[in-house]
């Protein structure tokens, strides 16, 4: 329907928000740029920018179009490096997302034992919240995630790899200072903080003071006085415990960890990570 360089020529005004920088940015002039624009507008029969004095702003259609836009041309750069690859007798690129919590678990021997197996394969590696890897897998931008279920698209599954033991702990040792727990993000991690809420303060009613989509950022934020933090029993915090008060050990909280993956994605590729991440955890 349309050649990469249109979408690269939309991408580029959205990002420069001037038709005469975008110009300059791909080395064409103004006056075909803005035929080139027309004629893609025309083509989907919706206005992709609106324009005035004041510049160039991207309508909701357009931002649409440009997300859209963006995954095409980074399939078509990673489909052209495939073939480099091959002609180079290196192996597929697989593009795997990770939350912090599952990099410390269990991403590394994956790795390691993948590796030994398929010397040539090549890796991209994410770094994210389980939301966010979730909807990377939805949209195509990563091919397998460690994150922590459950998983609410339809179109994903996972395999369960470990369940891990949560702590309370809190950075601030005196106890005169308690506060409510650093909370993460319910649109991150319903299900953790339903149970945390249960387990703590929280669940009183009080309003956590400070908030942090990952286990570093609670950690931080509680060592900042804001409050107690919960951690996964083997996750490496950036103090000593001794300066630490741990709340509770045994809370009755686990937070599981998962590989997920497209369902209908049953490439050798994907499923040997899969595998690899199976032997690990066991």
Do not use: W
């Amino acid at each position: 329907m349309f050649a990469l360089n249109d979408y690269e020529s939309v991408i580029a005004i959205a990002e420069e928000a001037h038709f005469g920088r975008a110009a300059r940015r791909l080395n064409v002039t103004q006056p075909a740029l803005s035929s080139r624009l027309r004629r893609i507008e025309e083509e989907l029969g919706v206005r992709l920018f609106d324009r005035d004095r004041g510049g160039v702003k991207v309508t909701p259609a357009g931002e649409q179009f440009v997300e859209g836009a963006e995954r095409v041309i980074t399939a078509a750069e990673e489909t052209a490096q495939s073939a480099r690859n091959a002609q180079a007798g290196l192996g597929q690129t697989l593009r795997i997302g990770m939350t912090q919590v599952a990099a410390y678990q269990i991403v590394i021997p994956t790795l390691i034992a993948f590796r030994k197996k398929h010397p040539h394969a090549r890796i991209k590696l994410y770094e994210s919240t389980t939301a966010s890897l979730e909807r990377r897998l939805e949209q195509g931008a990563v091919d397998v995630a460690f994150l922590h279920p459950p998983l609410h698209a339809p179109d994903l599954s996972d395999t369960h790899l470990i369940t891990t033991p949560m702590s309370l702990f809190d950075g601030d040792p005196d106890p005169m200072h308690r506060r409510p727990l650093v909370a993460y993000p319910r649109s991150e991690a319903p299900v953790l903080m339903g149970a945390l809420a249960r387990q703590s303060s929280s669940g009183s009613g009080e309003y956590p003071a400070a908030e942090s989509d990952t286990m570093l950022g609670a950690i931080v934020l509680s060592c900042a006085g804001f409050g107690p933090f919960a951690v996964t029993n083997d996750y490496p915090t950036p103090f000593e415990k001794t300066e630490a008060c741990l709340i509770a050990q045994d809370t009755g909280l686990t937070l599981e960890t998962s590989i997920a993956r497209r369902s209908l994605d049953r490439r050798p590729m994907v499923e040997a990570l899969i595998k690899s991440a199976v032997s690990s955890a066991a």
